[in-house]
Structures are given as C-alpha cells and as structure tokens.
C-alpha cells in the first residue's frame, strides 16, 4: 500500500494496516507532544493483531455508508487492542513488570491478553455489572488479577486509584496514550479514504469518554499544523451516546464548552443500552472534543433504546449480507458488544434527522461487534469488593492478599499519571 507522498515520512510501508495501525503508523508519535517512551522494537515485541480495514457498506436515502472496520482484525475484537499495544509497549521499555486497569470490560479484556504475551501482572477493577465480558478462557492462565466492584462507577476508579499509589504501581487509563493509541487510526483514515470513490464526509463514532475521536482529531490538527494534511481532506464528526448516560450530547446540544451537574443524569445501568459505557462524567474531554468539534465540523445525537430497538435489526441483516458475523453469546443470542451497533443507528438516527444528507459519504467506525470468546462464560474473579470496608481497608486487603508491599510511586508517574498535553 503507497501512503499519500504528504504523510509517508509518518509510516512504516513494510506494515499493511489489516496487521497493525501500531507499527505502521508509531512514527506519528514524534509529532505528538504526548511524552510516548518506547521504540519499534518495543512496538514489535507488544503487537498481536492491531489491524483495521475499509469496506462498502450500504447505500440509505441516497447517503452512501462505508464500513471502517476496527474490530474484526484486531486480537480481541475492539479498537482497545491499540491501547493495550501502545500501554504493553511503554512499560517494556520502562521495565515495569505490572500495572492496574480500571476497565469496564473492552480495555481490562485486551489487555489481559497483551498482559499475557508480555508476562506483566495485571490488577484489573472492573464494575460487577461488566463482568459477563469477562470471558473465562481469556483469563485460563493468564497474568491478570480480576477484581469485581460492586459499586458505582466513581467508586471502581477510586478504589483503583488508590491501590496504584499505595503499592507505586502505574494506573491505566491516561489521556496521553489514549490520544497516542487513536493517533494511528486518524493516519489509516486519511490513507484508507483517500482513493475519490471512499473520499468522506463526515465520520461516526459512539462514545464514553470520546477520547477516541479527541485523539483523531487532535492528530488532524497536529497534522494541518505542520502543512501535511489541508482542512479540506478532514471530515466532520458525528458522535453518539447511550442515551441513559450521555453528559457529551446534553452540553453541546445546549451549546456549553463545559460539562456541569445540570447535564449529569444519576446513573440506571439497568437502563444502558451497552453496559460497558458506563463513564458518567467525562469533563475533562468534552472540552478537547468540543472545540474541535468546532472547528471541523459535526454534531452529536444521544440514541434510545426505541432508536436501537427500531434500527439495530436493520444493521444486523446488513452485517450478514457483508458476510461480517456479529459476536453473540451462544445462551442468549444477544451481541457481546453492542458498542458498534449504537454506532450504525446514530448514522440512520443522523440521516432521518438531516445531520447526514443526501449524495454525502459517511464513515461508519465500527469500533467493536467482533468480540474474541473462547467460553462464552464468565470468568471467576478472583476478588469481589463491595460496600462492606470503606476504601482504604480494601486496599490494605487486597496489598496483603496479594502479597504487596507500600511503596512511593513517583518512579511510575512519568509512565501514567493522566497529564494531558
């Protein structure tokens, strides 16, 4: 594959982007003031299967729908197999041999499996109301201690946090690998699209946080900065939440730079659509998305259940006709990841609406419905924390059960520490 002359100095042409949008595109990093410390080698040793593809999808109401997809090439099904590569890759170089995930569900599973390859340890809180995503065989053997939260949201992110600065180990998630790890996707769509019959409009994305599209679009801008792309190459973006827990479309929908208490719904998981975007109050990113947002273009819709129940069986057909198969759970037939689907009825949602109109291309990011299972049955943690000890004494619990010592954890905090640039 010839990269666009503009971009080449950026990518790795021995790596095809259905193996790895990590090694080909990692050079990109140096344009990024993300502070990211690993080398291709690094890289190299981290990959499994980071790959992603472009395809025609479907034509509706005269908007013609391609297909980017991020899921079914990737090790574990998810566009997180990025994240978990580049996480994997700077703890080798920094000879860390573990760290500590608070995940509710696609991140944690991919990287138990980078995790594995790696031989790190791997403390993984997840909320108790994901961990039908934990699937058993990805943890046979594996390097992960799974730990279940039964508590809210807020309370898995501190207990995790807590854990990591008690025993000095690096905590996951962080903003800056996150805009590293989605840096690599804004370069395949700017080569995937750039042949005249796949030339878009506008890009689609469900999300939590929205540090995906944030970190696309901060590389577009990174990218125009040093005269490599034109404004004119960049689409507009699209992006939707779960309605039951979507802060994002709330703010922008009234036209706020901000995130306030007045756009915070209280919680109903027994209401989500999808479980695992359970992120309530994303305000530190809403401020990065919304002004690029701004700038380039867009719109974002919040999706009903009645929208997914309307348009998701639509979808679904179309998947079949492509010869994609959805991943479903072998009890129930239900779809293991039903983030991707919220995706493609936000486009229908769009397109009825007039966000998305007719003789337009929109780019469809399926960012996971391929989830890899090898039990389709959930695994035991090995851990269950609940509202019996306050935070600390779980943390001094869970130090002594697995054999954990306190120590300062300045020597992890240039790895991870959730400084954005």
Not at 220 to 232: A, K
Not at 349 to 356: C, D, N, P, Y
Not at 386 to 403: I, M, N, Q, T, Y
Request: with cysteine; proline share 5%.
């Amino acid at each position: 594959m010839k990269p666009l002359d503009s971009i080449a100095p950026f990518v790795d042409t021995s790596v095809a982007w259905d193996q790895s949008l990590i090694l080909r595109y990692h050079r990109v990093f140096r344009l990024l003031d993300l502070q990211i410390a690993a080398t291709a080698e690094d890289f190299r040793a981290a990959s499994i299967s980071e790959g992603a593809r472009v395809v025609p999808f479907r034509e509706h109401e005269g908007v013609q729908i391609l297909l980017a997809d991020e899921s079914s090439l990737m090790a574990t099904g998810t566009y997180k197999d990025l994240d978990a590569c580049l996480v994997t890759a700077i703890l080798r170089h920094a000879g860390q041999p573990a760290l500590v995930v608070s995940s509710g569900g696609n991140l944690g599973y991919a990287l138990a499996a980078y995790a594995k390859q790696a031989g790190l340890r791997l403390y993984l809180f997840h909320p108790a109301t994901t961990g039908y995503k934990m699937d058993r065989g990805a943890f046979e053997g594996s390097t992960t201690t799974l730990i279940s939260v039964d508590l809210p949201e807020r309370q898995v992110k501190s207990l995790s946090a807590a854990f990591a600065r008690t025993y000095g180990l690096p905590l996951v998630p962080d903003i800056r690998w996150r805009l590293a790890a989605s840096a690599t996707r804004a370069m395949f769509l700017l080569e995937a699209t750039q042949g005249a019959e796949l030339q878009v409009d506008c890009i689609a994305q469900t999300m939590c946080a929205g540090f995906g599209p944030a970190g696309v679009y901060n590389c577009f801008s990174e990218l125009m900065r040093e005269g490599v792309v034109r404004r004119s190459q960049v689409p507009r973006f699209l992006g939707f939440q779960q309605d039951a827990n979507a802060p994002m479309v709330r703010a922008w929908r009234a036209g706020d730079r901000e995130i306030g208490t007045h756009h915070i719904v209280e919680p109903e998981p027994e209401h989500y659509i999808e479980p695992g975007l359970y992120n309530i109050n994303p305000e530190r990113n809403y401020t990065r998305l919304f002004d690029l947002m701004r700038y380039y273009g867009g719109d974002m819709l919040g999706v009903t259940t009645a929208d997914y129940e309307h348009h998701a069986p639509q979808l679904e057909r179309w998947f079949e006709a492509i010869g994609l198969e959805l991943g479903r759970s072998e009890e129930t037939g239900d779809l293991l990841e039903k983030t991707g689907i919220i995706t493609g009825v936000g486009i229908l949602k769009a397109i009825q609406e007039g966000l998305v109109r007719r003789g337009e291309r929109v780019l469809y990011l399926m960012t996971g419905g391929f989830r890899r299972v090898a039990t389709q049955e959930p695994a035991r943690p090995d851990v269950r924390v609940d509202a019996a000890h306050p935070e600390d004494v779980w943390v001094k619990e869970l130090g002594a059960r697995f054999g954990l010592v306190p120590r300062n954890r300045r020597a992890a905090d240039h790895l991870f520490g959730d400084k954005p640039r």
